[in-house]
Every structure is written in C-alpha cells, then in structure tokens.
C-alpha cells in the first residue's frame, strides 16, 4: 500500500503563492503517476497537475496551466505543487494521489483512476 500525506496549505492574498508537499511511502514504482488535485465544498474533484516518478512527463488543468507547476524529489519521497498568482477560485482542499502503473494523460486526469489518497490540505486565497 502507498501512503500520503499533504502540508503547506493555508491562507494566502489574491495574487500570493503557496507551495504544498506530499510525502509519499510504500511500494512504489518509476513508471507510477502522482497527481494534485482539489475539491471545494459541494462540488467534484478537479485536476490540477500529474507527474510521472521517473520524472516523463508532467500535465496540469486548464485552468492552472502556468501558474502552478509541479516537481519531484525522488531522493526524500517527495512531490510538490507550487502554486503561484493564486485566486480567490482556487480555494479548495487539496489532494495528493498515487496511481500504479504507466498511463496516458487522460488516465491521470480523472480522480477515479487513483487507489491512494492523502487526507488533504486546506488552500483558502481572500480576495
């Protein structure tokens, strides 16, 4: 099994940024995919960001696509999203999940495809 647990989250000005983390543990493999992703009260899970261990390849949401970016740090079993120009939009808690296995773009976008899940981590932008 795979473990998750997010931090970094908090409250942060309209145009502020925020770097979240993810630490990761169990059995994990390079062609696994990680993702970020968010959900507001009452509303589906939204995807924000994926990135594969071995580091091919990374993919976000239309709607954080160049201002968010997300990275990897093999060595301390970490992944990071950093969040930068946020809006009041992007409040949300967020999300780290693990999918096994090697996949296409349109795999790592949708939450169903996830077996392991952090707890969250709460993301509020004032305006």
């Known amino acids: 099994q795979v473990q998750l647990v997010e931090s970094g989250g908090g409250l942060v000005q309209a145009g502020g940024s925020l770097r979240l983390s993810c630490a990761y543990s169990g059995r994990t493999h390079r062609d696994d995919g990680m993702g970020w992703f968010r959900q507001a009260p009452g509303q589906e899970r939204e995807f924000v960001a994926a990135?594969?261990?071995?580091?091919?390849?990374?993919w976000y949401g239309d709607y954080v696509e160049g201002r968010f970016a997300i990275s990897r740090d093999n060595a301390k079993n970490m992944i990071f999203l950093q969040m930068n120009s946020l809006q009041p939009e992007d409040t949300a808690t967020y999300y780290c999940?693990?999918?096994?296995?090697?996949?296409?773009?349109?795999?790592?976008?949708?939450?169903?495809?996830?077996?392991?899940w952090g707890q969250g981590t709460q993301v509020t932008v004032s305006s």
């Open positions: 990135i594969r261990l071995s580091g091919a390849g990374t």
């Open positions: 999940g693990h999918r096994q296995g090697r996949a296409i773009s349109a795999i790592l976008r949708d939450p169903r495809q996830y077996t392991h």
